[in-house]
């Protein structure tokens, strides 16, 4: 502790003299976050009380009306929130209680781990977009993979246009959301898993405790933080869906699979309603944050028991 | 194993190791095929658009065999040219390359600057970069394309990769630093002493030691480039200028009866990425897990 302290002291000295030098290491990093990160943060606020095509010169001064506008849009806004929540709650319930399921596996049953380990994470590196055009065709009404299979197993009469059909393009959309995306919650939750010190499992066991009562007060107490963090990332991941949506079923029908980064996107990709975009941009942004500060203030919360 | 060991002996130990061996040989015949079913979903799609890609667009349909009985190589040539898949190759390469090196130069510098230098400003400066990695990004992608438009970079090159330049280094930045604060000091001391001033420590010290972490850092962002869909759209309109994602989607959008040509078009831009996923897997997932169990 002492060296350390000795140590950081030291390292102060000898660069003081010509300080100012030491920010032309940063600087590259600083003009690129100011530029595209830090500005364009400050600018959505700006934007959102205007009304604006994005490209004529003048902007009309609205005040909060693109937000109420988007409070009082219950028919696209709305609905694509309330999608995108289905989706969340399918893959924060669905999605990771089976990677959990997998990942308690591949931890107690280790022959051939890393082979399961690689190839569960194959999903989660291809692109939305090439994911989406696999899926598509699977669930394409006429030729697609998964109603050939009804028919050669003789249930042909479940046979459905799945992403075409209001009552499950949603669910058929989060399937894929889900098979996309497990591997992530899976390759986590393993390494939480892994990093509980076997000798507590031991201690258990000759203690004569059970396999369910060792899950139950030996696991899950100590993956609370991982399963915190492995919630938060899928919330974030979930709700910002698109590219899936883009190569599916760009939102249909009707608005059954619309969401709320598609909803953004469209509204400025045509230049047309920039400061309501940037509204409905601002809003979305705030629900996110506000859905990650609980989830960490729990794991905070949690970790101080 | 050890399970096996220390669980209590009984006195009607034999019958109850029997039963014993037998379960766990059903449990972990259950396990496997869970975990072997799960598996074969995971490929399965892939092997099946390899596949359609060397079908014909007549038998794309019918042809349900995994390997075509007359494999159509011809069709990945086709989508190359006729489907300017190599255009949008070359520009996914260009993007990767590009980016990656910006974010490694660029996060390299200010890691080490956060991780060796004193100034003043240095943790304010160094949590608002972090607090990027936290904030949702929705909020100003519509601003974010208001100040592409303003900087005439929509639709160039350039107006594609800096903002993805920039969205790579808050990750560069939280694993570099870290590394860079390991470096023994005496290594900077003896680096000084033969003549090195910061830069030839960054350069000749720090750079040569980080290549694990450099490297991790280029993985991650060669990722999320390769795959980029959403800014693309946004910023680029110009055929020649798009990358693979786009390219696909493009081409969907336009000739959907050209089956086996969306599918080799897939191919190509989903074959580097696996061919590096096999060799770099590991890496890859140590990556994840520690980055995320770190955060």
């Known amino acids: 502790m002492e060296q350390r302290a000795g140590n950081t002291k030291k390292s102060d000295s000898p660069f003081t003299w010509h300080m100012a030098g030491n920010y032309f290491f940063v600087l590259p990093a600083l003009l690129m976050f100011l530029i595209f990160n830090f500005y364009p943060?400050?600018?959505?606020?700006?934007?959102?009380?205007?009304?604006?095509?994005?490209?004529?010169?003048?902007?009309?001064?609205?005040?909060?009306?693109?937000?109420?506008?988007?409070?009082?849009?219950?028919?696209?806004?709305?609905?694509?929130?309330?999608?995108?929540?289905?989706?969340?709650?399918?893959?924060?319930?669905?999605?990771?209680?089976v990677a959990l399921m997998l990942a308690w596996m591949v931890d107690r049953d280790i022959r051939g781990g890393q082979i399961y380990r690689s190839i569960?994470?194959?999903?989660?590196?291809?692109?939305?977009?090439?994911?989406?055009?696999?899926?598509?065709?699977?669930?394409?009404?006429?030729?697609?993979?998964?109603?050939?299979?009804?028919d050669k197993f003789g249930?042909?009469?479940?046979?459905?246009?799945?992403?075409?059909?209001?009552?499950?393009?949603?669910?058929?959309?989060s399937v894929v959301h889900m098979w996309k995306g497990f591997g992530w919650g899976f390759i986590i939750l393993l390494a939480g898993l892994q990093g509980i010190p076997r000798e507590l499992y031991e201690a258990a066991r000759v203690d004569g405790a059970s396999e369910v009562r060792i899950f139950w007060k030996i696991t899950v107490p100590l993956m609370i933080p991982v399963f915190i963090l492995v919630s938060v990332l899928t919330v974030l991941g979930t709700m910002q869906m698109y590219d899936l949506v883009i190569t599916t079923t760009r939102g249909g029908p009707g608005l059954h699979t619309e969401v709320p980064m598609k909803r953004i996107l469209d509204e400025i990709t045509p230049g047309s309603r920039v400061g309501y975009a940037s509204a409905m941009g601002v809003v979305f942004g705030a629900v996110l944050l506000v859905v990650s500060m609980i989830q960490i203030q729990l794991s905070k919360w949690f970790k101080a028991e | 194993m050890e399970a096996e060991i220390l669980y209590p002996v009984r006195k009607w130990f034999t019958v109850e190791r029997i039963s014993l061996r037998l379960?766990?040989?059903?449990?972990?015949?259950?396990?496997h095929t869970i975990l072997i079913s799960v598996a074969i979903s995971c490929i399965f799609p892939l092997v099946w658009m390899f596949s359609s890609a060397l079908k014909t667009n007549a038998t794309v349909f019918t042809d349900m065999s995994l390997i075509p009985s007359d494999p159509q190589f011809i069709n990945f040539a086709e989508?190359?040219?006729?489907?300017?898949?190599?255009?949008?190759?070359?520009?996914?390469?260009?993007?990767?390359?590009?980016?990656?090196?910006?974010?490694?130069?660029?996060?390299?510098?200010?890691?080490?600057?956060f991780a060796r230098f004193q100034f003043p400003g240095k943790n304010a400066l160094y949590y608002l970069f972090l607090i990027t990695l936290m904030i949702p990004v929705p909020g100003a992608i519509v601003a974010l394309y208001v100040l592409l438009i303003h900087l005439g970079?929509?639709?160039?090159?350039?107006?594609?990769?800096?903002?993805?330049i920039n969205g790579g280094l808050a990750l560069g930045l939280f694993i570099l630093r870290p590394f860079f604060e390991r470096i023994p000091k005496d290594l900077e001391d003896a680096a000084r002493i033969d003549g090195c001033g910061r830069w030839g420590i960054y350069w000749h010290v720090a750079i040569p030691l980080a290549k694990p972490a450099l490297a991790v850092v280029a993985l991650f962002t060669s990722l999320a480039v390769w795959n980029e869909f959403m800014l693309a759209q946004l910023v680029l309109q110009s055929q020649s200028l798009m990358p693979l994602q786009l390219g696909l989607v493009k081409f969907w959008g336009g000739t959907l009866t050209e089956y086996p040509l969306l599918m080799a078009g897939m191919a190509i831009s989903v074959i580097p990425i696996v061919i590096a996923y096999i060799f770099l897997q590991k890496h890859i997932i140590a990556g994840v897990t520690a980055g995320a169990l770190k955060g």
């Open chain 2, 79 to 113: 989508a190359w040219t006729k489907g300017k898949f190599g255009v949008y190759f070359f520009n996914s390469v260009l993007y990767t390359l590009v980016c990656v090196f910006g974010v490694l130069f660029i996060a390299s510098l200010a890691a080490f600057a």
């Open chain 1, 41 to 97: 943060y400050i600018q959505v606020f700006f934007l959102s009380v205007f009304k604006w095509n994005g490209i004529s010169l003048s902007k009309t001064f609205v005040g909060l009306a693109n937000y109420k506008d988007i409070i009082s849009d219950n028919v696209s806004w709305w609905i694509s929130m309330k999608n995108a929540a289905y989706v969340t709650g399918l893959a924060l319930t669905v999605q990771n209680g």
């Open chain 2, 153 to 164: 970079l929509i639709d160039t090159r350039l107006g594609y990769m800096l903002p993805q």
């Open chain 1, 120 to 150: 569960f994470f194959l999903p989660p590196i291809l692109s939305g977009i090439v994911v989406g055009l696999i899926w598509n065709w699977i669930y394409q009404g006429d030729y697609g993979l998964l109603n050939g299979l009804l």
């Open chain 1, 155 to 173: 249930y042909g009469h479940l046979k459905e246009a799945w992403l075409a059909n209001p009552k499950t393009a949603l669910t058929a959309l």
């Open chain 2, 23 to 31: 379960w766990r040989v059903v449990k972990s015949t259950i396990k």
